[in-house]
């Protein structure tokens, strides 16, 4: 990693780390790898006995987080793991018995180690669905290989090769581009984005030909990083042709220096991961001398891609003054139609629609944040004309479409009153290919006020592509606070799942069922030059070695 990055600056060792494994090697790491247990959502965690309740060696508390230590094996809060450590000379690094992390419990942080990384992903390939038969006897095998003293290298070998059993089962070769990612501790999140921006379009051609080379950008520096050349690192590895899964764990250090108000071991929301990624691109592509205010002249990826403009009108109820306003916006949140469903309360409970009424679609959702609406009496805003607070109409409509919209559905309800959170488990239909017409600000002006005015109100509307065509959809399974992110990717017509470091075809049905949080739409021309083969693309690779063409690809 350093090599390909000179100017890189990674974050410094943990001292007790590198001296227990100084001491005590990967013996540790493989002998956990036993413990380890793999959710169904793909989290790891050390197993326990489902009659016990993990329980402090020094305060018999059960609440909270526990800290496993790899020298004796004892339990400890995370109010008592220093002490442990100070009492106990050599005991100072534990794991997180819930996220399988590594924990120092004299620096009290999470510490990262590679070969302690490929011993969790490798006991995940080992658990991973699908591999019930193939893997029993090379699972096996591999006990008695670990009983006779062999290192960890091998079982990480071992897990490629049921990487490659996976893929031998599908019915057709993986197009280029379909590469698991690692999670590095909570980073589903994380993942699920990357594997949709990964495949849209713009992005995908931007780096691959080469618009921004990490060897020749000038704007990093030993104390300024650079997030567009760690995406274009990530571009490199998934597009090299290895199906190995992939650690982005230099980008996640950068975006986590870019942006400390979310760095931390904790689940994020994925949508405000996108919308973090997208201004830290914005930040280092820097803007254009002569750039308007809703971003449209900006050069960067990522305005050039997501950026779009939005119109808001609001009419004075009493004298028919219209005020109207326009706001730039690289994705659109919608409220879900909950007159669809019938009353739920505060609960989590998933929902299923009313008998005698229709399944709510994307399209509905669409029409409720096109729709006009009264503001209350506490809303009242200032009228030109009336010159004093009127109540007012307020309508939303979209003045400029961008070449990739992102749709994010409001999941998650937060209420300042009752001072709890939920998310809403509610089924939603979208459209595989969807038509924005109707969600135009000519369209709503016209179904408005009829064809008098439509000319006027037409500007950089009439040469706009409306038909989209969806590639990838990020969904969210589980609890707000123990929920997983998986994406789905549309590639040359054919579905893939990317749970982390698995990638699996899947049906389109599936894909209909699943619980919908950001999708992703390109337009029609963008999309159809998507579905084209990229085995033969020139791309950069790290340290500037040749890639050779993969068989069954070109």
């Given amino acids: 990693m350093s090599k390909q990055n000179p100017s890189y600056t990674n974050p410094e060792p943990c001292k007790h780390l590198a001296d227990y494994k100084h001491k005590h090697g990967l013996n540790g790491f493989k002998t956990l790898q036993n413990c380890l247990k793999t959710t169904p959502y793909g989290r790891t965690s050390v197993s326990k006995h489902e009659s016990e309740t993990p329980r402090c060696s020094l305060c018999s508390g059960y609440q909270g987080r526990f800290y496993f230590c790899l020298i004796c094996s004892s339990i400890a809060c995370s109010g008592h793991a220093n002490e442990h450590s100070q009492s106990n000379r050599g005991h100072e690094i534990a794991v997180d018995v819930e996220r399988a992390e590594l924990y120092c419990c004299v620096c009290c942080d999470q510490v990262y180690d590679p070969d ?30 670990r009983k006779l003293g ?9 897990s490629k090769r049921l990487v490659s059993m996976a893929d031998r089962r599908s019915k057709s070769i993986f197009p280029l581009g379909l590469r698991g990612l690692n999670n590095l501790g909570s980073t589903c999140f994380m993942n699920s984005v990357l594997q949709a921006l990964i495949h849209a379009p713009p992005l995908r051609n931007y780096f691959l030909n080469d618009r921004h080379n990490r060897q020749s950008c000038r704007k990093r520096s030993a104390d300024r990083l650079c997030l567009p050349c760690d995406i274009d690192v990530i571009f490199s590895a998934v597009f090299s042709g290895d199906r190995t899964p992939y650690s982005p764990a230099q980008f996640l250090y950068s975006w986590w220096q ?88 505060t609960s989590n409970q998933t929902s299923k629609p009313n008998e005698n009424a229709s399944m709510p679609t994307l399209l509905s959702c669409l029409d409720l944040f096109t729709r006009p609406e009264k503001l209350g009496p506490d809303q009242k805003l200032y009228c030109q004309n009336c010159q004093e607070r009127r109540n007012s109409v307020k309508q939303m409509s979209i003045r400029r479409l ?41 369209s709503i002006l016209r179904n408005r006020f009829g064809n008098r005015i439509f000319a006027f109100e037409e500007g950089d509307e009439s040469d706009t592509c409306t038909e989209y065509e969806i590639f990838a959809v990020v969904t969210h399974s589980g609890m707000l606070d123990s929920g997983h992110y ?41 999309h ?27």
């Fill in 116 to 145: 302690f990384d490929r011993a969790v992903v490798s006991k995940q390939f080992m658990d991973m669905p699908g591999n019930v038969n193939g893997a029993e006897g090379v699972v096996e095998e591999s006990n008695k290989k």
């Fill in 150 to 158: 062999l290192g960890l290298e091998l079982e990480w070998k071992r």
């Fill in 258 to 345: 870019l942006s400390e108000n979310l760095a931390s071991y904790e689940q994020q929301d994925a949508h405000e991961f996108f919308i973090s990624m997208l201004d830290q691109i914005h930040e280092k592509e820097g803007k254009s001398k002569h750039q308007n205010k809703d971003n449209r002249d900006c050069q960067c990826i990522a305005h050039k891609a997501f950026s779009g403009l939005l119109r808001s009108d609001v009419t004075c109820t009493t004298c028919g003054f219209t005020s109207t306003t326009y706001d730039p916006y690289v994705d659109i949140s919608l409220n879900l139609d909950m007159s669809f469903y019938p009353s739920t309360g």
């Fill in 402 to 442: 961008p070449v990739v919209l992102c749709l994010h559905i409001k999941r998650f309800e937060h209420s300042p009153i009752r001072k709890m959170s939920r998310k809403i488990d509610q089924y939603l239909q979208f459209p595989f290919s969807l038509d924005m017409t109707p969600y135009l600000s000519s």
């Fill in 486 to 526: 998986v994406t789905y990717v549309r590639v040359r017509n054919q579905w893939y799942k990317c749970n982390d470091a698995w990638i699996t075809e899947v049906d389109e049905g599936v894909v209909r069922a699943s619980q919908c949080y950001l999708m992703y739409y390109v337009q029609k021309g963008f």
């Fill in 528 to 554: 159809y030059k998507a579905s084209e083969d990229l085995s033969c693309l020139l791309m950069s690779p790290p340290g500037g070695e040749s890639y050779l063409q993969i068989a069954g690809c070109c």
